[in-house]
């Protein structure tokens, strides 16, 4: 996504927000809904996932919390790219943007996890 965003919350919400946006598109075939389900639950969990690591109870508490975001995005990335693979979406380019979204919050995800285990080990 283009635009910038204040907080990771509030870009993880822009992104729920354009995935189930993308599922509404899928079509009402058994595997359009069943697409349309997975990519819902796995593309929405991140934001409220992260949120409930910023109140984490510890260090390894907020990296369990971080790792189960980074789980849901990669899950995520991986709907997003059967749906262009299988042509689900006309045009399959609109869906592009949102998986070089998810593979930028995975980045993210992935190297705030490696710099609470390092944190985490100096403790």
Do not use: C
Not at 112 to 120: E, G, M, Q, R, Y
Request: aromatic fraction near 6%.
């Amino acid at each position: 996504m283009l635009k910038y965003y204040s907080n990771l919350e509030e870009r993880l919400v822009v992104f729920a927000v354009s995935i189930i946006r993308i599922a509404e598109t899928l079509p009402e075939t058994k595997t359009g809904r069943h697409i349309s389900g997975q990519l819902i639950r796995s593309g929405t969990s991140p934001a409220p996932n992260y949120g409930e690591a910023q109140d984490a109870e510890s260090r390894a508490d907020f990296i369990h919390k971080m790792k189960i975001s980074l789980k849901e995005l990669r899950e995520t990335k991986v709907w997003l790219q059967m749906i262009v693979k299988a042509a689900l979406v006309n045009p399959s380019s609109l869906v592009n943007p949102i998986i070089k979204e998810a593979e930028e919050l995975i980045a993210i995800f992935v190297a705030s996890v490696k710099t609470a285990k390092k944190n985490l080990k100096r403790n």
